[in-house]
């Protein structure tokens, strides 16, 4: 539990016995599903020895899937899909297979009972199975691990290449030698093995439906520098913010950011508008998570012990704040105030996405129907209840098409990606959050 | 992982919610199967809801029944025994059972899977199942909870009770304020729910068989002040003590024992030959488990740092150092010089139970065959090996008979006892390490 | 030890006895004296009862000091300075002094013993004096603390204040509620207690002396929303920008920032250059600062862990860099590589402050002059060195006039300041640091 | 903080750097002192270097003279007389101290500055003094380090010794293979470096005082195995409790203790009145001590949780317990009530120590007088309040006796003390707890 660094000091570190293979991996705790039992990877010991399986996602239909596990007699001892996945894989041995087991005619068949969402690593002795659901829902993507005589000069063409690695964000290769290479397709299963890469099959969707990667990659949960659908995250949030300027323009004298998230957003607004960028705040990075508050007096100061306001650059003027979403409307009103009390005349809000509505259930943590800001009364006027000007959000067209637009002029060049086999439209998004389109049917 | 006391903190207690029943596990953890996955209870979620399980022992033919869960298409995520049983439990769903399950009927088939060693406490909704084994390898008892109110009175025939409990060793009750009720038999099946403590059945062990309760629970592992088979342990020491004097007198001064585990063995056989009792030895409470020893001079102290010698209590004197076993035979060695470097002029050593030469497989962590003293050639001269001027063992049949002998004269007046349905001899010992002779075959 | 979330957790802080005055300390912890002896504040027992001490600087002529108090008879415990001046404050009545203590006049004595640098605190039963060597070479200012009902109102001329808070840097008054009033003068004493905050006494420097405020606190030490001689550290960093924009322009064409504290030098340089500002690197924030690196491989990659490169941002682009200081040379190289293997055609490196080629005497850790990249020979093709295209630094000159010009246009506001008994020039910066001229004559 | 083998891990030990001497300290943490800024030893700079000092005991005037070290202007930044002796020795350069300190003489003077209790250890460069009070309050014993190779030989008269300790305790050098050498006297400085041991003076008393070592070191507070003035700690409790069977005899069955620190005074009263000695309780060694005790129920089962009874041992026996001391009388009644709830049909006390009326200024933590049981009505009806069938104790003659008996005998053969130059008597122990004569006059 904890950060990795945290979690493996260097003494764990050094207990691991060499190898040439591994995975792991890391999740965000939510409330309700953080234990210990519940880490991955989750590993189990079968008739044809150990496989390990590691789970990004929420299986739709994971309820139905349960049930049908624990009717063969299998006990399951988490809550956790990843076990669910685990104990599939190992009851369902296909026709085909004999002595030794099929682990893909495993994988595929677990594809077929269950269409989203799943990015996964499945590792037996010495090999390492990717796999990513048909909807593309959760991102996979897959690096080539470079030599380091070779990292820092053109490494066009070379043939000795060291290794390979997969991440659900290509962020993760630069930190470690590694150099992107190419996503993992919806539907495909990529094996990785010491003969290397080989993409092994397609698994297709339904006739007529599109991909489902999660938009709010995009907007919020990946790290800017990170690469998906070949195109970089900050590049598509910069783009938000010039449509943003675009739909929602304003008359006012500076545009600036709530660090650090939309400051991307907030330099495309401001290129858009001709309005100059400055900043507004800075971040305090010792608050204490676990600081107390002894009196009510500290706990009234909420976020000004989170943020330092940069008076002197904006007193007497009106500024445009743009923020990358707003869920619950809870941090965003004292901000106002804050920059209200230190001197701006007018703060208009901006914000780079539209307001989310829905709840997911593939995989995503957001808060209560009841919790969200944009399903509550107060929205109506929203401004007036955050003390803001003005309030504006990106449109839900708007928002698809800063995505797309980048996808579309790429699509020419990637050979790649024209010659896969999914059946139907080639790009396509999960936007439920916001417009309440699942893209499987939920059962219950 | 860690002493109870540690590992679940006062503010780890204060999260539990309030309830009525409750399993748990203690055990001293023995190299290589100390992991925290294989804690206990083993908690599954199955069909009819999630069911728990504790287990004390050792599953005789656990290879063999971990193939036949695995064949089923059960992925298995430790190495425990206690995960098996849980599987298994889940699996079997026997004839009788339509829509309610029937964990007695699934608990009476696993009986049927696995002769020994087990103790098992299994816990659905509003139930706990106590089992123990047919051979009653380990032990397992029910005490009575009584109202603080009467604790301190006497409390003969009360109606009042609270609840009841159930526990390995009878020593755990008086901590928690309840009394000795009764031992689970070999092969029982008892249910304790809000109706009370109820005797469901006895699954018989095949014909001939005689009970095999572990004879080093009395020797060794116990604490002093708990009952078994209706006698105090530390009687049965004390007699063994006694016997020991019978059968290995010593022209000496003084007894003594290594303090603290002998000491009952020490007064016996100190009451039994007429020689006076002393203390040689008194324990120092502080040595740390993890204390650094910087350089040779400290490693080479040994036993120095864990023992003071009572220097004038013995010096010029021989002395009789009873212990209750010798097992690899590296303390007793320094501890001998210990007293002849302080003015012992003999060190008798005896030993109040036989030298253990074989294996343990139900469940005793026992160092391999190559360890033990009793298989080395250095047995030839044991005293000339440790520096003693004489050693001796108890013998088998001592041991036995000073366990059997209380027994005996317990089973005249212990009703619950006599009116068991075990088919063949009531009384039996498990004396394998000592003598090689399994109670069951062992399969491979 | 550590940072004061988790040296004073809940647990500790509940444990306090309620108040209404304290002191407290904290700091970087620079090799070799980051010892929990030498944490402050100092508190010793005297005849009149006890008094606290907290100490920022470190004073220029420690070594006699020690010396005097020792030869006294004192034994000192620690090699803090902070005890230092607590003995010296016990040690010494002066003449007027009968049966009550006169700390000020104690004070007063301190002071003439030793011109700089500190700023005290010293907290003595009800009262707490705040204190300001001569040359002001550290900072320290008030703030008042506003009743929260006010707290989001404009606050003019309210009358119910609820306390006053003293602090090295203004930044930290809006976390608690206050709300910056003014600087304690250089050489000033100035009383908070019960009746508010008077001051007492204005300390002269020798004749012709001007102050001596450290300019690194501009530079690179403060929180950008901190407030020193009357303007914000961040809009003087922004000056340092804009003149290093005049003092080295570059034929580029985009300008960007090593995150995050160049970041208003680099908007400043933007501004004044007209080229675009983008964002290049990303900021990794979960580095784990103990993380193992167990192969050489890892080690080498280096910053590459630390920031992530937003290739698209600048590939095919000629980028100026602006950093806000370069000490060691070790860390600018690494970014340049990244930058360049991301597609970066030509980096240019200017930095918002000249070389330092001296160390520090007055509190501030500066490397050894052998490990500052000004005083190597490699400084001499800085850039061939460290992979640039070109390097310039900001003048000594362009420092000061931008630090000091906003000062120049506050003095005429700020009756406060002006009426400062303070002789000779108002105004003086230290740079020992960059010319080596220092404030006061250094004895060794 | 904490036990040793915590508070110095391995790592921590690590770090030190290798030498000759070293000097360091335990104790008990009372409440109220236990803080770590009390921790010992003490070390000061002064003119002359450091100097180090670790204390035993109270200082019976340490008011008067922490006013005297504040009244020169020293300011004490703890609490604890270590401090303050550490002060004294930098403070008070004797007449005869030229260049070089003379820390002998400035120790002779301490000692007629304070007459007791201390054990002192001060280390100044490679020389290590070990002082004693005049009255020899507390203890102190010098300990010879006996090579490994020769330590299980007959180590008599041999040359290369490696080197000496001292200890108050000489239970501890056993543990790290030192054999005790002597005392060190009553107002004895000993100094220690590589030329050995050598006695440099012995302070007297004032004409006609006997000394006054603490008789409670043999009663309680020593392991068993040290030696105080030639004789074995565990010998004089034995014979406390022949003297307790002499002056308190019982007409009852069998004779036990409260393990374990009552076991030798109960084995002497068997001896003496020729009941038969057994166990009546176990103890339980995993007890928590932060244990929560989340009920009443729990909090009332009290030391029910401490011991386990040995019911069949004592079941219908009218049972003799020996304590060594009662202080406050509340653990003795719950065991009594668990003795006679398992069977017991009478419980006699016997005590091995005369009841503590008065308190200690001399180092011993003891309860207020109003706390103690013999200052409590309760006293008059002691055994009817602790439901004891009879309750005796020691007689203070019968105390004091038992210690100098063996005193006495020893007198004869042991040169070393008879030639102390001493005044006056050279037997004498400090009784004030029991009787309320202190050894000198106490100030206030």
Redesign the interface.
């Known amino acids: 539990m904890g950060?990795?660094?945290?979690a493996f000091?260097?003494e764990a570190?050094?207990k691991l016995r060499s190898g040439n293979l591994g995975i792991c991996h890391t999740r965000y705790s939510t409330t309700g599903f953080s234990e210990?039992?519940n880490c991955q990877p989750?590993?189990?010991?079968?008739?044809h020895g150990k496989?390990a399986v590691a789970h990004n996602g929420e299986l739709v239909n994971a309820l139905a899937l349960?049930?049908k596990v624990?009717?063969?007699?299998?006990?399951?001892?988490t809550?956790s899909d990843s076990?669910l996945i685990?104990?599939l894989?190992?009851?369902?041995?296909p026709m085909e297979e004999r002595d030794a087991p099929n682990w893909v005619a495993r994988i595929k068949n677990l594809m077929t009972e269950t269409p989203t969402s799943y990015s996964l690593l499945v590792m037996y002795k010495d090999v390492i199975y990717a796999v990513r659901d048909p909807y593309g829902n959760r991102p996979l993507c897959i690096g080539r691990v470079v030599p380091?005589s070779k990292?820092?000069t053109s490494g066009a063409g070379e043939e000795d290449t060291e290794g390979w690695v997969v991440s659900s964000e290509s962020?993760s290769f630069?930190?470690?030698?590694a150099k992107y290479y190419r996503e993992v397709l919806p539907g495909e299963i990529v094996q990785i093995s010491k003969h290397g890469v080989k993409s092994l099959s397609v698994v297709p969707r339904p006739e007529g439906d599109p991909p489902a990667f999660c938009i709010f990659e995009y907007v919020y949960f990946a790290?800017?520098?990170s690469i998906f659908e070949g195109?970089?995250v900050?590049?598509v949030r910069q783009r938000c913010g010039r449509q943003l300027a675009i739909e929602a323009p304003t008359d006012a004298d500076v545009v600036s950011t709530v660090p650090e998230s939309a400051?991307?957003a907030a330099?495309g607004y401001a290129q858009q508008s001709g309005l100059?960028?400055?900043?507004v705040l800075?971040k305090?990075r010792?608050?204490?998570?676990?600081?107390?508050q002894?009196n009510?007096?500290?706990r009234?100061?909420g976020v000004?012990?989170k943020f330092?306001?940069?008076?002197?650059?904006f007193a007497g003027k009106r500024v445009v704040l743009i923020d990358d979403s707003i869920v619950r409307g809870n941090t965003i009103s004292p901000i106002i105030?804050l920059l209200k009390?230190a001197g701006a005349t007018e703060v208009h809000i901006r914000v780079a996405s539209p307001p989310i509505r829905y709840p997911c259930y593939m995989g995503i943590n957001i808060p209560t129907k009841e919790e969200l800001i944009a399903n509550r009364p107060e929205f109506q006027d929203i401004a007036g209840y955050i003390g803001a000007a003005s309030v504006k959000y990106l449109t839900v067209e708007g928002l698809v098409s800063a995505v797309q637009e980048g996808i579309a002029s790429l699509k020419e060049k990637d050979e790649m990606i024209t010659t896969s086999n999914t059946s139907g439209k080639r790009v396509g998004h999960c936007t439920a959050c916001l417009t309440g389109k699942y893209p499987v049917e939920l059962e219950w």
């Open positions: 950060l990795v660094s945290t000091p260097p570190l050094l210990l039992q989750f590993v189990v010991d079968t008739l496989i349960r049930r624990m009717r063969h007699g299998v006990g399951l001892s809550s076990e685990t104990q894989l190992a009851l369902t041995p380091v990292l820092h962020c630069q930190s470690i030698g790290r800017p520098d195109q970089m900050y590049t400051t991307p330099l100059p960028y400055i900043e800075c305090n010792y608050v204490g998570r676990t600081f107390i002894p009510t007096r500290l009234q100061l000004a012990k330092g306001a940069l008076t002197d650059n105030k009390e």
